[in-house]
């Protein structure tokens, strides 16, 4: 796939510009962080800031304004320096701001406490997220102490903050095609590196065996990076929801479960199978395999315009509840299993989040109290699950089991939506056949 182009990049800046109104958005890069003494963390740039710039450099300010006669898009940035791109690369610099990402004007990132008043001076309101321990809510208070400076030359300084999120996050809710091309191309990488989980995993193999092959094959597709870290529970394991850990050694008739999604050209993927290491289900397994199957088919079959994340919740609920009662791992009435959440301690999370650049991305679920329908072009995650405890109050043949299974889907306009890991195998029979590959 192609990567998004200067164009676009433009587009996203004027339509948010067109939201905003009067007014100055002041959005920074995400800070670097050390990882331990002088070795840094692996740099990813802020979502925000990528999505507007394609910018992928620290120490990097974007100002958005409508106020100026000239200059609608600004960036601060860092200059060329020979002496240390021989040590971190190359740099944009200020001519390559202008030049090859389409700002109007461009100052060194140095330069931010001269000239950023003059940006923010009469206007009414700032855009700019504060308030999350970011280092940049200190330059931009400094600022704006130095525009209150100006009153006496009848300069007025901005009189409300507000988050960029509010306009900014509500695009991104909606991909664009280029957006879609980019999580089409991260799902299908990640499909690739589930199945060849799929195949190392075996008794005897230890988690990391597995979290290590997805990995290479994320890398060898080109992905960036991980979306988020691997989990990779086998056996007991696979009842914790976010087990991390991935140091246990798999055995004969275990589970596993693995949620692991790459990042493409800043998009995420995030897939989870459960499949088992010995190549057959168990009966047991298989039960309540089919039964999370079940539910999530319910559930995607739910994502369609003008449904909402309740909707696709309570889909994988009705499912789950009813299976549950069946098998005699709740009592009551199927009424009473759902308004007292009797399926709570088996299924305790949510089905969906919203899925693009960030893993749970961007972008509200309710609006003045109710939940906001879906819309095409948004991307969720469908996944439910059934977790039983190893010490679960219940039939000794359920316990320890653990399954998720979890899909990204698109809501498109007048038809089923589209299912971007499908290439997952998932189906018993496909599941089974992967692990014996």
């Known amino acids: 796939m192609s990567l998004p182009n200067r164009e676009v990049f433009a587009a996203r800046r004027a339509a948010l510009l067109e939201r905003m109104g009067p007014g ?18 692996s740099y990813r ?45 190359a740099r944009a610099g200020v001519e390559g701001a202008v030049e090859e990402f389409g700002a109007d004007a461009a100052y060194p990132i140095a330069e931010l406490q001269q000239h950023l008043p003059d940006y923010l001076g009469d206007a009414g309101r700032v855009h700019c997220a504060i308030g999350r321990g970011h280092p940049f809510d200190g330059e931009l208070f400094e600022a704006l102490h130095r525009v209150r400076r100006r009153a006496r030359q009848g300069v007025i300084t901005p009189a409300e903050i507000v988050d960029p999120g509010v306009a900014l996050h509500a695009m991104r809710l909606v991909k664009g095609a280029e ?6 191309a991260a799902a299908a990488v990640t499909a690739a590196a589930h ?12 988690e990391y065996e597995v979290q290590a092959e997805l990995e290479r094959v994320f890398r060898r597709g080109g992905a960036e990076r991980s979306a988020y870290d691997s989990i990779v529970g086998s056996g007991p394991n696979a009842t914790v929801l976010h087990y991390r850990t991935n140091r246990r050694r798999m055995e004969e008739g275990d589970l596993c479960l693995v949620d692991a999604g790459c990042e493409l050209h800043y998009y995420a993927s995030d897939v989870t199978r459960t499949f088992p290491v010995s190549g057959r289900f168990t009966a047991p397994q298989r ?34 509840a009813r299976g549950l ?21 088996f299924y305790m999370h949510r089905t969906s989040h919203w899925l693009g650049m960030d893993v749970h991305d961007v972008g509200g679920y309710f609006a003045e ?3 906001i329908p879906l819309q095409p072009g948004v991307v969720l995650t469908v996944e439910p699950g059934l977790y039983v405890a190893p010490d679960a109050e219940v039939d000794a043949r359920w316990r320890g089991i653990g399954n998720r299974i979890e899909d990204d889907v698109v809501v498109r306009a ?9 290439d997952v195998p998932k189906t018993v029979a496909d599941v089974e056949a992967a692990t014996q590959a």
């Open 24 to 41: 100055v958005a002041v959005i920074p890069a995400a800070p670097v962080f050390v990882r331990n003494n002088d070795v840094e963390h």
């Open 45 to 89: 740039q802020d979502s925000d800031f990528y999505y507007l710039t394609g910018f992928d450099e620290p120490e990097s300010v974007l100002v958005l304004t409508n106020q100026h006669a000239e200059h609608r898009v600004v960036l601060f940035v860092r200059p060329r320096d020979p002496e240390r791109e021989v040590w971190d690369g």
């Open 179 to 184: 957006e879609l091309a980019a999580m089409r």
């Open 195 to 206: 199945r060849a989980g799929m195949r190392v995993a075996e008794p005897g193999r230890h």
């Open 287 to 320: 039960i309540l395999y089919e039964l999370v199957l079940a539910a999530q088919e319910a559930s995607i079959a739910t994502c369609v315009p003008g449904k909402t994340l309740e909707d696709v919740h309570a889909a994988s609920v009705d499912v789950l």
């Open 325 to 345: 009662l069946e098998l005699g791992l709740v009592e009551g009435s199927l009424d009473e299993v759902l308004q007292e959440e009797k399926y709570k301690p």
């Open 369 to 371: 109290g109710a939940p």
């Open 414 to 422: 007048g038809g089923a939506p589209e299912n971007l890991s499908v």
